[in-house]
């Protein structure tokens, strides 16, 4: 049933890509890490006083607002209308326990942190890897999950660990710590996809050598593909937690407490399990 969805939204990710996304790939070799440090420190002058608009509407008990960009299953995407997923449920947990209504927003996922800087969102989840980086922009909860980038090479492929990418071209979703971490790889060329889908599409279509791409998400997308497989050894391992604006500790707070709940209630594994079978 899980498996179906997944199958699903997949499949679905796979007809946008092919109808709408044609050659959406740019060949910029710079290195992403630095987009997402633009505006630290200007941010940070303000961090404490503020009354974000997340923190008026957590006393009035009213709606929050989460943005994602649901090209990530297991942990978001597109089941028919609704987005749902991982991170999709713990955040309506969370929600519940805050006795809040919870609204989702989808975007691409070098949006998602300035939205939560800016107040347009309450927060993100988005399989969101805490990063120094990100710190400065950002306020991380607690992780509530373990995470890896891996890569995915065609069955056959002459890469057979991270120490072969060097001079080959990488698929990547934009702004994501795979993007950031494939900055780091000898002459790499860098292609950048709006989501992790598309890297794989080109990789299957042999317009990249090899994907840097989160380990759960990759396993949906090598599933959904022939020919792909994950090798063993990945490229990092990573953590992700939410993200709410810098400064807002009430709901940093409110949303630590809850996630601390979900946790030793087993509900939290009980979530991942819907979603992840074991091997
Ligand atoms: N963990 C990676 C990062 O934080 C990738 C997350 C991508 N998430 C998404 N919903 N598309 O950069």
């Known amino acids: 049933m899980k ?16 109808t709408a996304c044609g050659g959406t790939a740019k060949t910029e070799t710079t290195k992403a890490a630095g987009a997402e440090t633009t505006k630290a420190g200007a941010e940070t002058t303000k961090a404490g006083a503020e009354t974000t608009k997340a923190a008026e509407s957590s006393a009035a008990g ?3 607002v989460m943005v994602t960009n649901a090209e990530f299953p297991p942990y978001e995407y597109h089941d028919n209308n609704d987005i ?18 919870l609204e989702i927003q989808d975007m691409a996922f070098d949006s998602l942190i300035p939205a939560v800087q800016s107040g347009k969102a309450d927060f993100t989840a988005a399989g969101m890897t805490v990063n120094e980086d990100r710190k400065k922009n950002v306020d991380f909860t ?3 999950a373990q995470a890896a980038q891996v890569i995915i090479v065609k069955e056959g492929s002459e890469i057979k660990a991270p120490a072969d990418l060097d001079g080959k071209k990488i698929g990547v979703q934009t702004g994501t710590t795979g993007d950031i971490y494939a900055g780091d790889i000898k002459d790499a ?7 992790g889908m598309e890297a794989v599409m080109a990789l299957t279509q042999g317009k990249v050598d090899a994907v840097v791409i989160d380990r759960e ?10 020919g792909l497989k994950i090798l063993d050894e990945a490229f990092t391992e990573e953590e992700y937690a939410i993200a709410v604006k810098k400064g807002n500790t009430e709901l940093l707070e409110k949303m630590n407490a ?3 709940e979900l946790k030793d209630s087993g ?4 979530i991942v399990d819907k979603y992840i079978t074991a091997e």
Do not use: H, S, W
């Open 142 to 144: 607690d992780t509530y």
């Open 3 to 18: 498996k179906n969805k997944i199958a699903v939204a997949v499949a679905l990710c796979m007809a946008a890509v092919l």
């Open 84 to 101: 749902v997923g991982i991170d999709a449920d713990i955040a309506k947990a969370i929600a519940d326990k805050m006795g809040m209504e």
């Open 267 to 270: 509900e939290l594994q009980k």
């Open 258 to 260: 809850a996630i601390k």
């Open 217 to 226: 998400p990759a396993k949906v997308f090598v599933k959904e593909n022939a």
């Open 62 to 64: 009213g709606k929050l």
């Open 189 to 195: 060329n860098i292609q950048r996809f709006n989501k």
